[in-house]
C-alpha cells in the first residue's frame, strides 16, 4: 500500500540522516588520526610506533564517545522521529 511505502521512504530517509551523522563523525575522527600522526618523529621504529598507536587509541575513544552520546541524546535516532510504526 502506498501508506507503507511513504512510511518506509520517511524512516529510510531519517535514518540515513542519523547514519550519516555518525559517518561524518568518524570520517572528522579519522582525519584527526592522521593529522596527529602523520609528523611524528624521532626515537626508535618501536618507539615511534608505539606513541603513535597510543595517539590512535584515544582518539579512537573519542570518535567513539562521541558517536555514542549522539546516540544517547537521540535515543538512538527515536528523538529524531526515527521509528517504524507497523
Known amino acids: 500500500p502506498q501508506a507503507l511505502l511513504d512510511q518506509w521512504d520517511k524512516f529510510m530517509a531519517q535514518l540515513s540522516e542519523h ?3 555518525h559517518a561524518e563523525t568518524s570520517r572528522r575522527g579519522n582525519d ?3 593529522h596527529a600522526v602523520r609528523n611524528m618523529q624521532g626515537g ?3 618507539a615511534l610506533d608505539a606513541r603513535a598507536r597510543r595517539e590512535i587509541d584515544k582518539l579512537s575513544a573519542a570518535i567513539e564517545r562521541r558517536n555514542e ?3 544517547r541524546l ?3 535516532g527515536r528523538k529524531e522521529g526515527i521509528v517504524w510504526i507497523y
Open 19 to 21: 547514519e550519516l551523522w
Open 44 to 46: 626508535s621504529c618501536e
Open 32 to 34: 584527526e588520526i592522521y
Open 74 to 76: 537521540t535515543d538512538h
Open 69 to 71: 552520546e549522539y546516540d
